[in-house]
């Protein structure tokens, strides 16, 4: 990526790359990322993961949620409310999800408020470093709610084509612990 340089420029490269994949590398990417979350060490240890429900070619982790359900893990999906409010709440099923704000699928109205726990949340995003930066919509929903409850376990599923070497990130950019991409897994190492 050369001459970008702000935040939405870096998006708007990332964003059409993202919408230029064919429906067979979602699904072939998404496959190989999703194996690698069900295989670490964060997802096998979590009671509660903390997901998302795909839009447009987003990484599909809905493989994972699954698996998540029928093992009894508890799952739950983000619901964004008034302002820049995002909340999560469990489901039993993915069949409980109903179109909300920014035809983004969210738990229906029946689904109670997770109240804090610890867990792993799997984060979606546009654009992704080494260092665990991540830029997403630029409403801010994630940062704000990972602010509130920093000791849950952060994965990023991108795809590599996602990842930038460094981002400029501002002091409200909430770090990722782990960016999971179809060829590997980049545990960050926290600054010191």
């Known amino acids: 990526m050369k001459n ?27 496959r ?49 409310g008034e302002g820049c409010q995002m909340d999560f709440y469990q489901i039993a099923s993915l069949s409980q999800v109903t179109e909300g704000r920014f035809h983004v699928m969210e738990p229906g109205e029946g689904c109670e408020l997770v109240s804090f726990a610890e867990g792993v949340m799997l984060v979606p995003g546009v654009v992704f470093d080494r260092t665990g930066s991540r830029y997403g919509y630029g409403k801010g929903y994630y940062d704000r709610y990972l602010a509130r409850f920093d000791n849950i376990c952060r994965i990023s599923t991108a795809y590599e084509h996602q990842l930038e070497e460094k981002l400029a990130a501002e002091l409200t950019d909430q770090k990722m612990h782990v960016v999971c991409t179809e060829k590997a897994w980049y545990q960050i190492v926290p600054d010191r």
């Open 32 to 80: 190989l990322i999703c194996a690698r979350v069900l295989e670490s060490r964060q997802y096998l240890e979590a009671s509660l993961l903390y997901g998302y429900y795909p839009l447009g070619n987003e990484v599909n982790v809905l493989p994972v949620l699954g698996q998540a359900l029928r093992e009894g893990k508890r799952v739950a999906l983000p619901r964004t």
């Open 4 to 30: 970008l340089q702000t935040k939405q420029q870096i998006r708007s490269y990332h964003k059409k790359i993202r919408d230029c994949m064919t429906e067979r590398d979602v699904e072939e990417k998404s």
